[in-house]
């Protein structure tokens, strides 16, 4: 690749967002009470100089501040996989809010007990429990795992992706051992004290570290999503659960974003069998929501622990979790938006998706790959697809990721700013895939002068 002309174009782009984006340059410019100038200091991670600001947003649809309307295909990156605003999902909670309230008065609703029902159905755990993110979620199960098996470490897959929490935050150094991550802001001692790393697809990297006998629990994703999809090899996830077996490990599934697998996320598609399992984003369609599952048994040796408080102190919820406004979200998320039917639809969209990016891969014979889970597809900067978290975060290329999303957006679509992420919704339509397909050949065809 002509690296002299991706700096060229890429430049051009970021004049152009400039040109097109003047009230977001301008607000952007005003918001100096806010730590990075923005709510959330991710929102940072744009291609341009500045983050286009939102105005609207209605199914797969947000139009910004400049009044440009967008495809959206990050869709809040899965906090969306429902569709901006879903008619079901704004009634129940105008509902909930406005005619019943009480919104979070700390008492159950019955709305709850139907959530776990059909959660239950969705990916088999028996008893669940409510948060307002999957990273609140994924914190907790660790705390109960670490309790149940009185063990200190938790493992992770390197560069799997669990949200903000403490333990998750390794990955595999260059000598095959353990490092923190790079950029661990505040880490509060030093993450080889709590946790532990393998490669994805590596089983006999996994057995050396549970062999150590102080990991209460494998937290990870069944794919890995968020340096890219890394699709799990022919018996790697059934080794994972019997090598976790072996060693008096428990299993932890974070189905977060794996959740485009389907409407039980991988866990239902491929028949895994964990103990926990955590999710959340999508299951609340934009409404902050989070849930974990355990597997009955472990739900009754928990509860029946007197040294345990799972009730005031224990570290185990929080003041708004399983409030009335997200579990009425949740409801009706799940029954109405996200249907296995729908999971179907977007499925076959994502099929499409990926066969014009492959087209115009092959259109260069480039050497890159595209990947697909359920909903969900990625294009990477390398062929074959990676196999590894540690490999796919190598094969990044941020100038050329860079060109890609503003060239997009400059032209009304918005992939996921980390990655080369297109995740569908229950609103996308084969027209919309269609244009992706034509602008990312434009892009190519750019790129190759």
């Known amino acids: 690749m002509d690296r002299t002309r991706l700096q060229h174009l890429l430049t051009h782009e970021r004049a152009e967002a400039e040109r097109r984006c003047p009230r977001s340059k301008e607000a952007y410019a005003r918001a100096g009470h806010l730590f990075g100038r923005v709510p ?79 959660l239950t159905r969705r990916f088999g755990l028996a008893r669940w429990s409510f948060s307002l993110t999957a990273t609140d979620a994924n914190r907790w199960a660790i705390r109960l795992a670490r309790a149940v098996t009185g063990r200190p470490k938790i493992l992770v897959n390197s560069y799997s992706y669990h949200g903000s929490v403490d333990e998750s935050l390794i990955v595999v150094g260059p000598d095959g051992h353990g490092v923190a991550r790079p950029g661990n802001v505040g880490a509060p001692c030093d993450v080889t004290l709590t946790s532990r790393v393998a490669e ?40 994972v659960r019997a090598l976790t077996r072996q060693y008096g490990t428990l299993l932890i599934n974070d ?43 472990l739900a009754d040796r928990l509860l029946g622990r007197d040294d345990l408080d799972l009730v005031d102190m224990g570290g185990v919820g929080g003041t708004l979790a399983g409030n009335a406004l997200s579990v009425a979200a949740m409801r009706a998320t799940l029954e109405h938006v996200l249907t296995d039917e729908a999971f179907g639809r977007m499925a ?48 990044g290329d941020a100038e050329l990721e860079d060109f890609l999303h503003i060239y997009l957006a400059n032209r009304g679509i918005l992939l996921t700013p980390f990655h080369n992420m297109a995740l569908m919704c229950p609103d996308t339509t084969e027209a919309d895939v269609d244009t992706h397909t034509g602008l990312f050949a434009a892009a190519l065809a750019e790129l190759a002068g």
Not at 263 to 287: H, R, Y
Not at 370 to 393: D, H, K, N, Q
Request: aromatic content about 8%; some cysteine.
């Open 40 to 118: 959330m200091t991710w929102m940072n991670k744009t291609a341009g100089p500045f983050p286009r600001y939102l105005d609207t947003a209605r199914g797969a649809r947000v139009t910004d501040i400049d009044g440009h309307e967008y495809i959206d295909f990050c869709l809040g990156d899965t906090g969306a996989m429902a569709g901006h605003s879903p008619a079901p999902v704004a009634e129940a909670v105008q509902r909930r809010f406005a005619e019943q309230g009480g919104a979070t008065a700390m008492l159950p609703t019955e709305d709850a007990e139907w959530v776990g029902a059909e």
């Open 348 to 395: 076959k969209l994502a099929e499409r998706f990926e066969a014009g990016v492959q087209a115009g891969i092959d259109a260069h014979a480039l050497p890159w790959s595209v990947s697909r889970l359920g909903a969900r597809t990625e294009y990477r900067f390398a062929s074959p697809a990676p196999r590894t978290g540690t490999a796919s975060e190598a094969a």
């Open 200 to 239: 994805f697809n590596d089983l006999q990297q996994l057995e050396r570290e549970l062999a150590h006998g102080d990991v209460a629990a494998v937290l990870m994703e069944p794919a890995l999503t968020n340096i890219g999809i890394v699709l799990p090899e022919p018996g790697y996830l059934a080794g």
């Open 255 to 297: 189905e977060t974003h794996t959740l485009s697998a389907g409407p039980g996320g991988c866990t239902a598609a491929w028949d895994l069998e964990p103990d926990l399992l955590t999710v959340g984003k999508a299951i609340g369609g934009g409404i902050p929501a989070g849930a974990y599952g355990l597997s009955a048994e």
